[in-house]
Structure formats: structure tokens, C-alpha cells
T-cell receptor, first 112, second 113 residues
Framework: DADVTQTPRNRITKTGKRIMLECSQT?????MYWYRQDPGLGLRLIYYSFDVKDINKGEISDGYSVSRQAQAKFSLSLESAIPNQTALYFCATSDQMNTEAFFGQGTRLTVV | DAKTTQPTSMDCAEGRAANLPCNHS???????VYWYRQIHSQGPQYIIH???NNETNEMASLIITEDRKSSTLILPHATLRDTAVYYC??????????????FGQGTELSVKP
């Protein structure tokens, strides 16, 4: 099994719909992150969490919310999806010593 | 976390060494240099990191200048599978000082036959 699992892998949704992207990890790490990537661009940080009770906004949090349900689970929600949220979304996890981060395979979201 | 500057793209012949530079002139003494790569829209993959000494692992070598203001990632014998976007990231070494990964634009490395 993958260290970091994202579901769904692909999703098409309509403008105005609420959608949740889920992430789970088996690394036992405290830190989890959500990023988005637009075509031809680098990854931009949406939200990050350093433990279950700690949630922080990243570079581009507007229009998104997150929930850290457990150490292993970190969900990203789009309360009312809009077309410019069409992107590739990545979840990642790392330990407290800031060594390597592990990324999921990504969720390709299309808002029509 | 300090900013980094990398060339937008580079080419390398298969079998030759690929040398990817990164400028991080505002790096502080508490910050590590990390390298990740992303192969065609897959999740980024960790390559190597270092503080001030040169580092080597099974994937690559990292050379950090003495003043720590720049570094070079070396892939000693590049293969076609090394074609990817390479990201140089500066990040705090301390768990209670941020430590979040902030990606720049990276360098798109094309390894050619």
C-alpha cells in the first residue's frame, strides 16, 4: 500500500457543489499538507497541519477548508467549487524533524 | 523561509552528469537545502538535503558552497527517467520554526538520448 493515499484520483464536479478530497497516511507522521498545482506551475501550499489540533493557512487558502480527523487523515473541502479551482491537488506528510516529505499521487479535480 | 532561484530549464545528454544550480542568497544558519523532483504530474519525490556539508546518496550528490548562498544538485549519470522538474527548497531545520515546504518554479530537466 502507498504511504500516502488520496481519494478520489479524478473528479469532475459542477460549479457551486461542495466537494471533499481525502488523504490518509501510514507513515505515522504528525505533519500533513495540502497543495494545488496548476498546469506548468509549481506547487502552492493551501493548508498545513502540524498535529491533530493544529491547522494553519498556507499561501492560497481562500475558498478551501480542511479537517484533521486523526493523525493519519487530513481532508480538504471546497465549500462551493468554482472553475478556477480546477487543478491537480497533492497531499503530503512529514515528520517533526523536517526530513523528507512523502506525497500522494494527486487528485485531478475539474470544476465545470 | 528563504527564497530560491533556479534556471527555468536545462538539457543533459543521457549518461552524462546533470548539474542543477540553485541560488539561495538569503538562507539563514538554521535552514537546510532540500531537493525534490516531480516526474510528469506525479507526486514530488524527495532526493536529498543538506545543511553545510556536501551530501551524497544513491540518487544524487548535493554540493553547498562555503557561504551557503548557492548549491548544486548533481545526477552523476543521467538517464531518460531523470527527466523531471527539480525543485530546490530552503526549509527550517527546527520543528517549531515553520518547516513547511514552499515550492518555487523549479528547473525542468530534459535528458536527451
Amino acid at each position: 500500500d502507498a504511504d500516502v493515499t488520496q481519494t478520489p484520483r479524478n473528479r469532475i464536479t459542477k460549479t457551486g457543489k461542495r466537494i471533499m478530497l481525502e488523504c490518509s497516511q501510514t507513515k505515522g507522521h504528525d505533519r500533513m499538507y495540502w497543495y494545488r498545482q496548476d498546469p506548468g506551475l509549481g506547487l502552492r501550499l493551501i493548508y498545513y497541519s502540524f498535529d491533530v489540533k493544529d491547522i494553519n493557512k498556507g499561501e492560497i487558502s481562500d475558498g478551501y477548508s480542511v479537517s484533521r480527523q486523526a493523525q493519519a487523515k487530513f481532508s480538504l473541502s471546497l465549500e462551493s467549487a468554482i472553475p478556477n479551482q480546477t487543478a491537480l491537488y497533492f497531499c503530503a506528510t512529514s515528520d517533526q524533524m523536517n526530513t523528507e516529505a512523502f506525497f500522494g499521487q494527486g487528485t485531478r479535480l475539474t470544476v465545470v | 523561509d528563504a527564497k530560491t532561484t533556479q534556471p527555468t530549464s536545462m538539457d543533459c545528454a543521457e549518461g552524462r552528469a546533470a548539474n542543477l544550480p540553485c541560488n539561495h542568497s538569503t538562507i539563514s544558519g538554521n535552514e537546510y537545502v532540500y531537493w525534490y523532483r516531480q516526474i510528469h504530474s506525479q507526486g514530488p519525490q524527495y532526493i536529498i538535503h543538506g545543511l553545510k556539508n556536501n551530501e551524497t546518496n544513491e540518487m544524487a550528490s548535493l554540493i553547498i558552497t562555503e557561504d551557503r548562498k548557492s548549491s548544486t544538485l548533481i545526477l552523476p549519470h543521467a538517464t531518460l527517467r531523470d527527466t523531471a522538474v527539480y525543485y530546490c527548497i530552503v526549509r527550517s531545520r527546527f520543528y517549531n520554526q515553520g518547516g513547511k515546504l514552499i515550492f518555487g518554479q523549479g528547473t525542468e530537466l530534459s535528458v536527451k538520448p
